[in-house]
């Protein structure tokens, strides 16, 4: 047992703790022995009643004793709608302590995006993305738990905890390995699923240490307490009784033994039946009776405090309860004599108000809550959130009293919700936006109105949940009331949400079906565009019908406005994914700018328009060897949306694409680091969606020319590199790559079906770009020795097909192809060729390639060096070591 306990009942909790304790004492020397120590974190987890919260105290006490600061915060049942709930409990007194100034010079960066979230600064007018939120709370912890140096964060009863305050602990608990601070967590077992049981998982699992499960006091635990508290006198068979009637939690041995000494029942064998009966009144229905017994005013008072949850005060209470101020403080001293109601414990660290209040215990508040009438609850709930308006402290702060009304057709309370919605949004909580809007059109909305209430929820949730998004938005345009430019942005969006839900056939469906309804040229051409767009990045089948009928009418187009640029950027893309001539796709894909940079309304943050018609532009430069203005277009993508706290799909898409700009370019080291960036974040928006393609094969095209073959396939089998593919074009061709992994690990017949497959799919499409997708050069090569005339023939249209498209890259690697096939002189004067081709283009892995080849087959050690050097410069350490084999070979036979 712990030594040095307290003799009072209140340390019933501690009993039996010796092992917890000793734990946090090991992690706390840790902590405080140096600045540089790794981060700790503990998580207990134990049934309602176990102690939880007063070994939290405990740990509080302790760390303090050893010159900790120490923050700490709580999840509350009423509350875990209230986005960034816990967080700001945790955060905000540190944060409010300091000038504004101060703030924002430890924030940084993050002060705009996370200052929101956290309460301390008014939001801006653009909607962030909840991963980027979330992203600043944790950069905003690590700056002040530097700052705070040895700090503990704990936090109580996790699993009532917000969910966005739950996404931002599970990122911080992931990242202590590099900051010294301790955190502490505790919850029950169960009680959420979803989300938020994800969440909870995911911060027990970053843990070095093992969950640990709290357990009941055991007989001679409860023996102790007993004789501790009713004396020693108290009999053997009594005290098991106590530990039998209470199951030994001791939550309810302290209560019981409350009830005891209120009884003045003497604890012996004989009076030990009277137990059950006490343990009765003292939870449950036994407890409700108990407070029905302080009286209606009483029972009135504690009704309201649970359905204030937080923020208790007498005042409050009273305005609530439309209740006396006198008789309310009455009330008050009433409920907390019978251990209802209690004072805040100073020692616990939180912030509170003047003469605030808070239950006793959970267990308490929960049984007071469901106590309540429904129709009285519902009509405080009412009550609260008028109050909560009245005190000008918002409608996203009503908002959780206002999901508890019962619908009633109220105009008004749809409009507070909306609002509420809207105020959510701001502070990059979807999650909550999307909770008001539901509420709201279960009360429901007018008609004129209820379809623009579906509009706002499929926006909420388009970034993170395209699946939910598509269905709100069908809805929405299904029924009166969405007109104009508003049903034509909805009609968008939900095409946007089809394709990033991998549906392309239906999101051209749909499109299709909105042009029809229109006749006005300037909204048509913009419908043409994005059916034109969705049928361009088909992966499977695009026909030549529909290039001809692009082409004709790009040809009308000046670039006067962004309808125009628009057909004139998917005309260029079109063209050059069928391999047309690469000069005709660059002066089309120029004519879409305004002197050289983005039009406005196209930029990258522009929802019009959307990404996709960007990076269809930023890709045709990278294939047309313009790749300058693709790593400065996909550049700017990620500074636009970086400083725009944009942190989920379309950051992983900027970083995808840039990372294929690094890649065509020889900068394979950069490509490879921007595309595992990529893919972290296309992982939080999920697997199997069209940006996730883009970045698991980029990164394993990348991995394939550093010569990392092994990690290749490693990475493959981990993300699901493999068949079935997404119905989108992906960009490097997915067949491609995926055929070309296949033969460099040694399973030729499948790596030649996949690039025979690639084939096919090229006929399909009328066409293709020997460089997007080189099919065709990898399958010549793997031909090259079971059917030579296959492989000359595939060699001779992919020159052909390098020669159309006409830049230096498709012609050399062409040429490269060639010479793989040749012996003696015709090779060298194949590879010869290759490399003057590809010295004047801008691929340097390539031409590094080449540059070897060449060496290898003219024997030249000068040609070897050459190569050797670029190599080493692209970072392409496969291609190193041939050419350091092929020189060594080389030097000794000259």
């Not at 240490?209 to 007989?219: F, I, M, Q, Y």
């Not at 009765?280 to 204030?308: H, N, P, S």
């Not at 294939?623 to 693709?630: F, I, M, P």
């Not at 694409?657 to 490509?671: H, S």
Request: aromatic share 4%.
């Amino acid at each position: 047992m712990t030594e040095g306990r307290p003799q009072a009942a209140a340390s019933a909790a501690l009993w039996e703790r010796d092992a917890e304790i000793a734990t946090v004492a090991r992690a706390l020397g840790v902590l405080c022995a140096d600045r540089s120590s790794a981060g700790g974190l503990l998580v207990f987890r134990g049934e309602a009643g176990l102690g939880k919260t007063a070994l939290l105290a405990e740990i509080r006490r302790t760390a303090e004793r050893r010159g900790c600061t120490v923050w700490t915060a709580r999840g509350a049942e009423t509350l875990r709608s209230v986005p960034f709930n816990v967080v700001r409990q945790l955060l905000q007194p540190a944060l409010l302590s300091l000038l504004p100034e101060e703030a924002r010079e430890y924030l940084g960066d993050w002060y705009d995006i996370a200052g929101p979230a956290l309460g301390i600064v008014d939001p801006g007018e653009d909607t962030p993305d909840p991963q980027y939120v979330c992203d600043g709370l944790v950069a905003a912890v690590r700056r002040l738990a530097r700052r705070e140096w040895p700090l503990v964060l704990i936090v109580d009863d996790a699993h009532w905890a917000d969910q966005e305050t739950l996404r931002w602990l599970a990122a911080f608990t992931r990242r202590l390995d590099d900051l010294s601070v301790l955190v502490v967590v505790a919850r029950r077992p169960g009680e959420v699923s979803g989300d938020s049981a994800r969440h909870l998982d995911e911060v027990a699992a970053a843990s070095d240490r093992p969950v640990h499960n709290l357990s009941a006091l055991t007989p001679d635990a409860a023996a102790g307490l007993t004789r501790a508290t009713l004396g020693r006198q108290a009999d053997g068979a009594f005290c098991r009784e106590v530990w039998a009637v209470t199951a030994g939690n001791p939550y309810e041995t302290v209560e019981l033994l409350a009830k005891v000494q209120d009884s003045e029942l003497t604890p012996v064998e004989a009076r030990a039946g009277e137990l059950r009966a006490l343990n009765r009144a003292a939870r449950g229905g036994g407890l409700v009776d108990r407070l029905k017994g302080l009286g209606l005013e009483a029972t009135q008072f504690a009704w309201a405090a649970a359905i204030l949850g937080t923020g208790i005060t007498v005042d409050m209470v009273a305005r609530l309860a439309t209740m006396d101020p006198e008789i309310a403080r009455h009330c008050a001293d009433l409920l907390c004599s019978a251990r209802i109601l209690t004072e805040p414990d100073p020692a616990a660290g939180t912030e509170r108000e003047e003469g605030e209040l808070e239950f006793v215990h959970p267990l308490i508040a929960t049984a007071v809550y469901n106590s309540i009438p429904s129709g009285v609850c519902t009509a405080m709930h009412g009550v609260a959130a008028q109050m909560i308006t009245e005190l000008g402290r918002g409608a996203a702060q009503a908002a959780r009293h206002l999901l508890k009304v019962h619908p009633d057709g109220d105009e008004e309370l749809v409009e507070q919700l909306r609002e509420a919605a809207r105020e959510h949004l701001a502070v990059g909580a979807p999650d909550a936006a999307r909770h008001c809007l539901e509420r709201a059109l279960e009360e429901p909305p007018r008609a004129d109105v209820h379809a623009q209430v579906l509009y706002e929820l499929g926006c909420a949730t388009l970034l993170t949940a395209p699946a939910v998004t598509i269905g709100h938005l069908q809805s929405a345009l299904g029924m009166p009331g969405l007109d104009g430019r508003d049903r034509v942005d909805a009609v968008v969006r939900l095409s946007q949400a089809l394709l990033h839900n991998d549906q392309l056939e239906e999101a051209v469906r749909t499109i299709e079906a909105e042009t029809a309804r229109h006749t006005a040229e300037p909204v048509r051409m913009r419908l043409q565009a994005f059916q034109f767009m969705w049928e361009g990045i088909h992966g499977e089948t695009v026909s030549p019908a529909r290039s001809r009928r692009l082409a004709e009418l790009a040809r009308t187009c000046t670039g006067r406005d962004n309808s125009e640029r628009a057909l004139l950027v998917l005309r260029g893309f079109d063209a050059m994914t069928h391999g047309e001539s690469a000069a005709e796709v660059i002066e089309l894909c120029d004519r879409a700018l305004v002197n050289g940079r983005l039009a406005p309304g196209l930029g990258w943050t522009d929802r019009e328009w959307g990404i996709e018609l960007l990076m269809m532009l930023g890709s045709a430069y990278a294939y047309a060897d313009r790749l300058d203005r693709a790593e400065s277009l996909f550049s700017e993508a990620l500074r636009v949306y970086t400083g725009a706290g944009w942190r989920g799909g379309h950051l992983s898409l900027a970083n995808a694409f840039l990372g294929l700009a690094y890649r065509r370019q020889g900068r394979l080291r950069d490509a490879e680091t921007t595309l595992r960036e990529a893919l972290v974040l296309a992982e939080r928006v999920g697997r199997g969606l069209p940006l996730y393609w883009s970045a698991s094969c980029g990164l394993v095209d990348t991995l394939l020319a550093r010569g990392r073959v092994d990690e290749a396939w490693s990475v493959a089998e981990q993300y699901g590199f493999a068949p079935p593919y997404p119905s989108t074009i992906v960009l490097p061709d997915i067949r491609s790559v995926r055929g070309r992994l296949l033969l460099a690990v040694g399973r030729t017949e499948d790596g030649i079906h996949e690039l025979e497959a690639a084939e096919k799919t090229a006929a399909s499409r009328g066409g293709h770009n020997p460089v997007l997708a080189p099919w065709s050069i990898d399958l010549a090569k793997a031909l090259a020795d079971r059917d030579p005339a296959r492989a000359r023939r595939l060699a001779a249209d992919a020159r052909r097909q390098a020669e159309r498209f006409g830049t230096d890259t498709a012609i050399g690697e062409s040429l490269r192809c060639a010479a793989a096939l040749e012996t003696g002189r015709r090779r060298v004067q194949l590879a010869a060729r290759a490399v003057t081709y590809l010295e004047a283009s801008p691929c340097q892995y390539e031409h590094a390639a080449a540059r070897v080849e060449y060496g290898i087959a003219a024997g030249s050690v000068a040609e070897l060096d050459r190569g050797l050097d670029l190599a080493r410069a692209c970072g392409a350490q496969g291609l190193v070591e041939r050419a350091q084999r092929a020189l060594e070979t080389a030097r000794r036979l000259t």
